[in-house]
T-cell receptor, first 111, second 111 residues
Framework: DTAVSQTPKYLVTQMGNDKSIKCEQN?????MYWYKQDSKKFLKIMFS???????INETVPNRFSPKSPDKAHLNLHINSLELGDSAVYFC??????????FGEGSWLTVV | DAKTTQPPSMDCAEGRAANLPCNHS???????VYWYRQIHSQGPQYIIH???NNETNEMASLIITEDRKSSTLILPHATLRDTAVYYC????????????FGKGTRLSVIA
């Protein structure tokens, strides 16, 4: 069973479109995260949610809107996609004190 | 910004021990040292973490100096599948603090 699962794994879309990436964790964790890994391979935190509430927003453009319908899900919606949004997006989850577990990533290509 | 310094790359012969160093001279008393790795095209994977005592698990050993300003991750018998980027991260225990990734060390295990 996959602990942190993301869909879709690959997404190719045109500039200006709106797209969503879904994330689900079956670990019973309270906290979920979105990370972005750009073409230079730097991994950066974007958002962090705890029990469906936003606790960290690392100066991400407001075209990016995370939504957490329940604590097992944290979806990432992106409006008006730009070329610079092309990256790998990783969802992750953790319980207080414990380690952070990552999904396998979603490869977004904006053309 | 990452609070750790790691060599950008290292090579290791298959079957030999891989020793990956990390400097964290500004580590605080309540910060743990975490190690993650990222195998090509996969999500980051937890390896081990520690506060001040040496730690060992089925994947690796972590040696932390007495002053806690540096540490070494040891993979006792490196295999080709250990080829990855290894990240050393300092993080406050507890709460929902996200991991802040640096550039890591690219370990190449050579047959």
């Amino acid at each position: 069973d996959t602990a942190v699962s993301q869909t879709p794994k690959y997404l190719v879309t045109q500039m200006g479109n709106d797209k969503s990436i879904k994330c689900e964790q079956n670990l019973g964790h309270d906290t979920m995260y979105w990370y972005k890994q750009d073409s230079k391979k730097f991994l950066k935190i974007m958002f962090s949610y705890n029990n469906k509430e936003l606790i960290i927003n690392e100066t991400v453009p407001n075209r990016f809107s995370p939504k957490s319908p329940d604590k097992a899900h944290l979806n990432l919606h992106i409006n008006s996609l730009e070329l610079g949004d092309s990256a790998v997006y990783f969802c992750a989850s953790s319980q207080v004190i414990n380690t952070i577990y990552f999904g396998e990533g979603s490869w977004l290509t904006v053309v | 910004d990452a609070k750790t310094t790691q060599p950008p790359s290292m090579d290791c012969a298959e079957g030999r021990a891989a020793n990956l160093p990390c400097n964290h001279s500004t580590i605080s008393g309540n910060e743990y040292v975490y190690w993650y790795r990222q195998i090509h095209s996969q999500g980051p994977q937890y390896i081990i973490h520690g506060l001040k005592n040496n730690e060992t698990n089925e994947m690796a050993s972590l040696i932390i100096t007495e002053d806690r300003k540096s540490s070494t991750l040891i993979l006792p018998h490196a295999t080709l599948r250990d080829t990855a980027v290894y990240y050393c991260i300092v993080r406050v225990a507890g709460g929902n603090t996200p991991l802040v990734f640096g550039k890591g060390t690219r370990l190449s295990v050579i047959a």
